[in-house]
Nanobody
Framework: QVQFVESGGGLVQPGGSLRLSCAVS????????MGWYRQAPGEQRELVAT???????NYADSVKGRFTISRDYAKNTVYLQMNSLKPEDTAVYCC??????????WGQGTQVTVSS
């Protein structure tokens, strides 16, 4: 079994910051990509940011310059530093991993709400 421990979500005012964490454990090795996706009610899940085993990053245009993804390779943990948050960032943020043999796993998600 693969387990996710996601944390860091919450309620913040516009312009505020949050830091999400996702630690992956269990029967998993050789992680290729770790990342964050988000989904608002009634909308499709969308990519927020990903980071590869080689530390290459990819960001959605809507979060470039505001969010930073990082990874602790020894701990199988991925982080998402979110600054200058906007109401449109409100969503459930889910951690995602992909292994080198193309297996994919999803966390349960953590709620981020940006509101004044």
């Amino acid at each position: 079994q693969v387990q996710f421990v996601e944390s860091g979500g919450g309620l913040v005012q516009p312009g505020g910051s949050l830091r999400l964490s996702c630690a992956v454990s269990g029967d998993i090795d050789s992680i290729y990509v770790m990342g964050w996706y988000r989904q608002a009610p009634g909308e499709q899940r969308e990519l927020v940011a990903t980071i590869t085993s080689g530390a290459h990053t990819n960001y959605a245009d809507s979060v470039k310059g505001r969010f930073t993804i990082s990874r602790d390779y020894a701990k199988n943990t991925v982080y998402l530093q979110m600054n200058s948050l906007k109401p449109e960032d409100t969503a459930v943020y889910c951690c995602h991993v992909e292994t080198w043999d193309s297996n994919e796993y999803w966390g349960q998600g953590t709620q981020v709400t940006v509101s004044s």
